[in-house]
């Protein structure tokens, strides 16, 4: 019986969004299946302490665990990468690599290559963070993908395992309040908050593609097992787009 394609995915400890929503976008999909390994999270602020949680080595014993699996692709499902740096997440894609032998990616990553491949130029900025981080995710969209941010809206919560009680009443009218105005896409970042599970309404309703980071990194670990991301239905435009040479 051959086996189906195997996406570990890297966890923070105090995520309870991620890993069902996976799981149901995947439900009908028999040709894969997701597989998840942990490490400490539970802060998300520009403190020592919170930054210090993204330190390589705890991630890298998190990936040893999946690869005794021998899954097909690792990924950090997380978006430290977005105030930490991309080039962080490059390295931490290439050390897994070295220490696993198996490709890697990261939330963050996924979500600039869909916006590369879909010729993305403008995004509205919904997450449950802080100013702060806010302001740097928006700097590295600029500075390293020459993307514009237009709008911006965050709750001011440093919790993590808060982000996930967010009611989608809420996170409608962060999508409300920053669509009022043009862009490309919708760019959703954190993987500890459901709004994606709503994904087909808010872009029918507000006109408008959500780049989720959940949704994303599924769009490009499936590409990276060599399965057509196109297989997902009802879970976003991302998965239907067709791809324009840039």
Known sequence: MKEPKKIGMLTPSSNTALEPICSRMLHDVPEVTCHYSRFEVTKISLEQDSL???NMEPMLRAAELLAHAEVDVIAWNGTSGGWIGFDVDRKLCEAITERTGIPATTSMLSQ???FKEHDIKSVHLVTPYIPEINKLIA???KEQCGIETVNISG???THNRSF???SQERIEDQIKEVTVSPADALSVVCTNFPAVSKVEYYEEKYNIPMYDTINVLM?????MV???PN???EWGKVFSKVTVNN
Do not use: G, M, T
């Open 112 to 114: 600039i290559r869909a």
């Open 52 to 54: 210090s949680q993204f």
């Open 231 to 233: 297989i997902l239905k």
């Open 155 to 157: 709750l001011d919560i």
């Open 139 to 141: 700097k590295q969209y």
């Open 164 to 166: 996930s009680l967010v």
């Open 226 to 228: 060599d399965i057509d």
């Open 219 to 223: 769009w490009e670990c499936l590409k």
